[in-house]
């Protein structure tokens, strides 16, 4: 059961191509803002359940994985599957599940992730769930483990004078290098004749939009729309989610060996990201300046905390109810696997099987007693 959200609408990245926005300097003020019509965000965190004393037999356990590397998606982004996992460390919940954990902040690369998780040169990354069978169709071995939700980021955005997709025909939209496929699929969906659209290249400034030099603006749910209303620009937000197009948004994956080797390091990880998630889902500034201070100089706060509460909205609206967070759904992961098939993105013959076995949701659903959280663990 899907809670869709009432104005806005958003999909995920597909492609290993697709990489970060901007430079570091600009990952600080041109990522991530809050829509002006994205719903109230409201703390979605989770009811927990508190567990006998952490055993020691599980402590030496975790300390025999050793240090463990996650590295983010992109610098110290506020955004869901970073700043919990950030918040995870400066909170000390890693320490109290005796984890050793080094943030290391990715530039945006997913496909350099991929490859350094497979190589076990990290051993957690936060990708989505297309990123991670697109991995294994180049021969990258990676294991998704949790999944925050089932709504992606990408958008596009358009005048509030547009009432329908189609009337984009004829006119000129702006991608940053590439259309995102997630987009693309919602044009076709909608009817629209994509070849009838001029597209071209444009930067990060997306003032663009308002100022008439492009019809339509590719971005994400968490940034354009956020730096727009923060200059008094209205638009209106085209997401792939609600012309049933699927995707996901924090999505944590594994190095396979490392999880088969160190299953409750796997799992403690992902109990003190969860918890941090709750945390930080109700105090957004304290968890954000954990981020700005090591992002250092420069870093937008105030940008930055809408970047966080516009995607807990997200994964909050998109709840199922009656599962876990973090829960990995099959049949999502089938979907996204027929859409990347449909689309000639999967072009290894890797099977619908294949593609479920990159998933395993035993580890997340070790952590939880039905949908609680158990903290901090059971022995």
């Known amino acids: 059961m899907h809670y869709r959200l009432p104005t806005i609408a958003l999909a995920a990245s597909t492609a290993l191509l697709l ?3 901007a430079t570091d300097s600009e990952a600080t003020s041109d990522t991530s803002a809050m829509a002006s019509e994205a719903p109230a965000t409201t703390s979605s965190a989770a009811p927990e359940t508190e567990a006998a004393e952490f055993s020691q037999e599980r402590c030496d356990l975790n300390t025999e994985a050793g240090e463990i590397t996650f590295a983010t998606g992109y610098y110290y982004q506020a955004s869901v599957g970073i700043l919990n996992v950030v918040a995870a460390k400066e909170l000390g919940y890693f320490e109290d599940l005796c984890l050793d954990v080094t943030v290391q902040p990715g530039t945006g690369d997913t496909a350099q992730n991929t490859q350094l998780l497979a190589a076990n040169t990290i051993q957690f990354t936060g ?13 990258i071995n990676i294991l998704g483990v949790s999944v925050f939700s089932d709504v992606g980021l990408d958008i596009l955005m358009t005048p509030t004078d547009v009432t329908d997709l189609t009337e984009l025909e004829g006119t000129t939209l702006g991608q940053k290098g590439s259309l995102p496929t997630t987009v693309a699929a919602m044009l076709s969906n909608a009817g629209v004749d994509i070849d009838a659209i001029d597209q071209v290249t444009v930067g990060y400034d997306p003032s663009i939009l308002p100022r008439g030099q492009v019809d339509s603006l590719t971005g994400y749910i968490s940034n354009e729309p956020n730096l727009l209303a923060a200059m008094g620009e209205d ?4 997401r792939p989610y609600d012309y049933d197009v699927p995707s996901s948004m924090g999505v944590t994956a594994v190095n396979p060996d490392f999880a088969a080797e160190n299953p409750t390091a796997v799992e403690d990880f992902l109990r003190a990201i969860t918890h941090a998630y709750d945390y930080c889902a109700s105090n957004a500034e304290e968890c954000v300046g954990y981020a700005s201070e090591e992002s250092g100089p420069g870093y ?3 940008h930055n905390i809408a970047v966080w509460e516009t995607e807990v909205g997200v994964v909050t609206e998109s709840a199922d109810p009656e599962a876990a967070l973090g829960t990995v759904d099959s049949d999502l992961v089938a979907t996204i696997y027929d859409f990347l098939t449909e689309y000639e993105l999967v072009t290894s013959g890797l099977t619908a099987d294949e593609a479920l076995d990159l998933f395993d949701g035993s580890f997340n659903d070790a952590i939880y007693d039905g949908t609680a959280l ?3 663990a059971t022995s």
Request: with cysteine; aromatic share 8%.
């Open 19 to 21: 990489t970060g926005c």
């Open 300 to 302: 937008d706060v105030d």
């Open 235 to 238: 638009v209106t937000v085209w």
């Open 127 to 139: 990708l989505d769930a297309q990123n991670i069978i697109l991995a294994a169709d180049n021969n």
């Open 374 to 376: 158990v903290w901090p």
